[in-house]
Antibody, heavy 117, light 110 residues
Framework: QVQLVQSASELKKPGASVKVSCEASGYSFTGFAMNWVRQAPGQGLEWMGFINTNTGNPTYAPGFTGRFVFSLDTSVSTAYLQINSLKDEDTAVYYC??????????WGQGTLVTVSS | QSALTQPPSASGFPGQSVTISCIGTSSDVGAYKYVSWYQQHPGKAPKLLIYEVTKRPSGVPDRFSGSKSGNTASLTVSGLQAEDEADYYCNSYVGSYIYVFGSGTKVTVL
């Protein structure tokens, strides 16, 4: 069965960087794009964008350009989200999710990133 | 891209039906068939309920149904059960490989 396993929670200081991983199993990794979704504490879901797992080409949602970087390591079926120059408002749970037929059919368990001095 | 508009809350008694609206524009919900719905319980990852406006993934009960009229998509939960108490989000394609979520609706089973 499809599984997306994300890395553990992170506590970072403002200005630092963080890299969240999402390891996929149970399907052909390059068969489906990988999306990233943010959920700030007590808030709704925000679509951050996706990465084409065939070409490695990322697409970022408005508001997630500049400090956010999507990448892949297809040899280990893993997608990554790196956030640079962390700000307090980046504190959130970040989810990876596979994309099929315009929807997100499989989700990781989420990774909490806390930014605090 | 602004979030799609959903009512903050909805409620119903067990066995009743509740319908959640997702209001977009002619550039997103009204333009494409790629509208999906997600259920999220507290502390859990979202779960896909409906894709392509009306389709249910295998394993999703047929109590959940989706529809669209013009720029508004809707999710109906029939025969409300205690475990349906959760947050619900819509999502739509808006063109140029961009998607947007709705603002979310908290469903309470009375």
């Amino acid at each position: 069965q499809v599984q997306l396993v994300q890395s553990a929670s992170e506590l970072k200081k403002p200005g630092a960087s963080v890299k969240v991983s999402c390891e996929a199993s149970g399907y052909s990794f390059t068969g489906f794009a990988m999306n990233w979704v943010r959920q700030a504490p007590g808030q709704g879901l925000e679509w951050m964008g996706f990465i084409n797992t065939n070409t490695g080409n990322p697409t970022y949602a408005p508001g997630f350009t500049g400090r956010f970087v999507f990448s892949l390591d297809t040899s280990v079926s893993t997608a990554y989200l790196q956030i640079n120059s962390l700000k307090d408002e980046d504190t959130a749970v970040y989810y990876c999710a596979t994309h099929r037929s315009g929807s997100y059919d499989n989700w990781g368990q989420g990774t909490l990133v806390t930014v605090s001095s | 891209q602004s979030a799609l508009t959903q009512p903050p809350s909805a409620s119903g008694f067990p066995g009743q039906s509740v319908t959640i609206s997702c209001i977009g524009t002619s550039s997103d919900v009204g333009a494409y068939k790629y509208v999906s719905w997600y259920q999220q319980h507290p502390g859990k990852a979202p779960k896909l309920l409906i894709y392509e406006v009306t389709k249910r993934p295998s394993g999703v009960p047929d109590r959940f149904s989706g529809s669209k009229s013009g720029n508004t998509a809707s999710l109906t939960v029939s025969g409300l059960q205690a475990e349906d108490e959760a947050d619900y989000y819509c999502n739509s394609y808006v063109g140029s490989y961009i998607y947007v979520f709705g603002s979310g609706t908290k469903v309470t089973v009375l």
